[in-house]
């Protein structure tokens, strides 16, 4: 089993920053992407942020310039520096990595989820 458990988030207010955490746990032999993603209340899961197994990431556009993914040199934990925040930026978020076990066997992992809440 691969385990993820996210952290970091928090209420906070518009304009500032927080940096969200997940860590991961398991039989991860190899790691396609590893990403964050969001759900707000009455909305459809977006992808936030994904970064792959070479350090390419790509971002949504309503974050671009604003949050930042990166992951350690053992790929164990995976970050999401968020920087001028904004109401819209509340939501639920997941933390997600796609790999394989050492049995070659597939994985698509799923943390719970940690709140994060922009409000004045």
């Known amino acids: 089993q691969v385990q993820l458990v996210e952290s970091g988030g928090a209420l906070v207010q518009p304009g500032g920053s927080l940096r969200l955490s997940c860590e991961a746990s398991?039989?991860?032999?190899?790691?396609?992407?590893m990403g964050w993603y969001r759900q707000a209340p009455g909305l459809e899961r977006e992808m936030v942020a994904v970064?792959?197994?070479?350090?390419?990431?790509i971002y949504a556009d309503s974050v671009r310039g604003r949050f930042t993914i990166s992951g350690d040199n053992a790929k164990t934990t995976l970050y999401l520096q968020m920087t001028s925040l904004k109401p819209e930026d509340t939501a639920v978020y997941y933390c997600?990595?796609?790999?394989?076990?050492?049995?070659?066997?597939?994985?698509?992992?799923w943390g719970q989820g940690t709140q994060v809440t922009v409000s004045p």
């Open positions: 997600n990595i796609k790999g394989r076990h050492r049995s070659l066997i597939g994985f698509d992992s």
């Open positions: 398991g039989d991860m032999f190899s790691i396609n992407n």
């Open positions: 970064i792959n197994s070479g350090g390419s990431a």
